[in-house]
């Protein structure tokens, strides 16, 4: 089974510029989760799309958004790109099946995406 | 809030040493647990899990036992190999929530 798909691995933007970034569970996952990882601030939780609606959201500007499609592929977008927003942006996917207890489920990453903003 | 507290880096071992790194945890509910590992480059990859006070979590060579009552999922591993260099992070997820809390992560080089 193929694992999660990010697209492009690699992103050089200017300041002031936006970006779209893509993601592709594996087959069958329903939820897509979308992190940021910076040497300062870590592993941070930006948010999460289940059936195409945001189900959790963290704790970053309304410049960060996202969506996902009917086939579970997720996009990110963040608007107005700072400096700051330079990082690597990581996809996880996980199956999230209906009635159960989330918490056991586990999240799969992908190999990200590395943004660079100048 | 809940949180996730990892034994700051960076370690360094020499082959077929014992490896611990500790891992407390702050947690408003009944979390899972987990160690995630990314090598350099790389994203995160599952190392190992635990739903439920007392699981032991086990995956190539590497062990991690929920403790509730000390708050606590620290991983070992009996003879840490080269291969093994790579940066090693601790996180929850509570019920209900996709949002998993990672601690700050723990570069670990292990030396031929």
């Known amino acids: 089974k193929a694992g999660v798909t990010q697209t492009p691995r690699y992103l050089i933007k200017t300041r002031g510029q936006q970006v779209t970034l893509s993601c592709s569970p594996i087959?069958?996952?329903?939820?897509v989760s979308w992190y940021q990882q910076t040497p300062g601030q870590g592993l941070q939780f930006l948010f999460e799309?289940?059936?195409?609606?945001?189900?959790n959201k963290g704790n970053f500007p309304g410049r960060f958004s996202g969506r996902q499609f009917s086939n579970s592929r997720s996009e990110m977008n963040v608007s107005t790109l700072e400096l700051g927003d330079s990082a690597l942006y990581l996809c996880?996917?996980?199956?999230?099946?209906?009635?159960?207890?989330?918490?056991?489920?586990?999240?799969?990453f992908g190999p990200g995406t590395r943004l660079t903003v100048l | 809030g809940n949180s996730v507290t990892q034994m700051e880096g960076p370690v360094t071992l020499s082959e077929e040493a014992f490896l611990t790194i500790n891992c407390t945890y702050t947690?408003?509910?009944?979390?899972?647990l987990f160690w995630y590992v990314q090598y350099p480059g790389e994203g995160l990859q599952l190392l190992l899990k635990?739903?439920?006070?007392?699981d032991k979590g086990s995956n190539k060579g590497f062990e991690a036992t929920y403790r509730k009552e000390t708050t606590s999922f620290h991983l070992e591993k009996g003879s840490v190999q080269v291969s093994d260099s790579a940066v090693y992070f601790c996180?929850?997820?509570?019920?209900?929530?996709?949002?998993?809390?990672f601690g700050k992560g723990t570069k670990l080089t292990v030396n031929p």
């Open positions: 996880a996917s996980s199956l999230r099946a209906s009635g159960g207890d989330y918490s056991t489920d586990t999240q799969y």
């Open positions: 087959s069958g996952h329903r939820s």
């Open positions: 799309y289940f059936s195409e609606t945001q189900r």
């Open positions: 947690a408003t509910g009944y979390p899972s």
């Open positions: 635990a739903t439920k006070a007392d």
């Open positions: 996180a929850l997820i509570l019920g209900g929530s996709e949002k998993l809390v």
